[in-house]
């Protein structure tokens, strides 16, 4: 079974910088799009960014300015370089791969801690 890898996470102070990295433990196919969401304690998972096949990027309004997403979507590699970290970017990090014709992988998640 197909398996989306994280790494990155740790513990930072405001205004501090991580990059996070994921990759397929195995190639997958017909990507339409990879990226990331986060998902604080007591929050619903929320979009934070992704990148398309294309090579576009969106980004949610929250983190614009100050998340930047990369990789290559056909060899399922994905970052996300987190910049100027704020207590509120505190959360649960997850991969996601978007595939044609609705298809979708999730991994297990990096946690991002930031102090105040």
Do not use: H
Not at 74 to 94: C, G, I, W
């Amino acid at each position: 079974q197909v398996q989306l890898l994280e790494s990155g996470g740790d513990l930072v102070q405001a205004g501090g910088s991580l990059r996070l990295s994921c990759a397929a433990s195995e190639r997958i196919f017909s990507v339409n799009s990879m990226g990331w969401y986060r998902q604080a304690p007591g929050k619903q998972r929320e979009y934070v960014a992704a990148i398309t096949r294309g090579g576009n990027t969106n980004y949610a309004d929250s983190v614009k300015g100050r998340f930047t997403i990369s990789g290559d979507t056909l060899k399922n590699m994905v970052y996300l370089q987190m910049n100027s970290l704020k207590p509120e970017d505190t959360a649960v990090y997850y991969c996601n791969t978007a595939t044609w014709p609705g298809g979708n992988y999730w991994g297990q998640g990096t946690q991002v801690t930031v102090s105040s």
